[in-house]
């Protein structure tokens, strides 16, 4: 299973650049989130989904925007990139906590994304 | 909004001993999940240990336990025998039922040989 495939794994923008992460998972989880991670500050959730179709906002959410248009993919926009964006950038996805069958109620993250904002 | 609060930013431990990594955390709500994550160099998140609030007893991991004291919301990590591959740094996290997932700010911890 390729579980949480975040694309792509690095990229360096220029400021007022945009851009669009692309997170996919085959585990068919009905959440899905993403979050920042900076030094000193641990993971920090910028915008999640509760199913297909559906995106609230986390603790950061100001300069992003999400879709989920289909159940395994999450995409993280950046309209105009800022250098305070400059992060690392982690997808996950988890199912819901009632699943019973799987008691998997924590969430599985991609391998990262290292974006730059010059 | 539940927040999650580690007060260690770093810490040591030699190699076979016991370390303990503490986590608090602000909650209103009954019935939630509370995990452990490490993450190494590799920046690869891994489940350590996963505790479901409902559950008086301390879930444990092989060398992993934790101290879950509900009234206190308090979830702390216990590593017994330390090895250097426990070398990382460790999230603790929050979730409730129908909402997000959050993070502490992490402890990185150094295992010495």
């Known amino acids: 299973n390729a579980g949480v495939t975040q694309t792509p794994k690095f990229r360096v923008l220029k400021t007022g650049q945009s851009m669009t992460l692309l997170c996919a998972q085959d585990m068919n989880h009905e959440y899905m989130y993403w979050y920042r991670q900076d030094p000193g500050m641990g993971l920090r959730l910028i915008h999640y989904?509760?199913?297909?179709?559906?995106?609230a906002k986390g603790e950061v959410p100001d300069g992003y925007n999400v879709s989920r248009l289909k159940k395994q993919n999450f995409l993280l926009g950046l309209e105009s990139a800022a250098p305070s964006q400059t992060s690392v950038y982690f997808c996950a996805s988890s199912s819901l906590p009632t699943d019973w069958v799987l008691m998997n109620t924590e969430a599985f993250f991609g391998q990262g994304t290292r974006l730059t904002v010059v | 909004a539940q927040t999650v609060t580690q007060s260690q930013p770093e810490m040591s431990v030699q190699e076979a001993e016991t370390v303990t990594l503490s986590c608090t955390y602000d909650t209103s709500e009954s019935d939630y999940y509370l995990f452990w994550y490490k993450q190494p160099p590799s920046r690869q998140m891994i489940l350590v240990i996963r505790q479901e609030a409902y559950k008086q007893q301390n879930a444990t991991e092989n060398r992993f336990s934790v101290n879950f004291q509900k009234a206190a919301k308090s979830f702390s990590l216990k590593i017994s025998d330390s090895q250097l591959g426990d070398a990382a740094m460790y999230f603790c996290a929050y979730r409730h039922n129908n909402n997000d997932m959050r993070f502490g700010a992490g402890t990185r911890l150094t295992v010495k040989p």
């Open positions: 989904s509760v199913g297909e179709g559906t995106t």
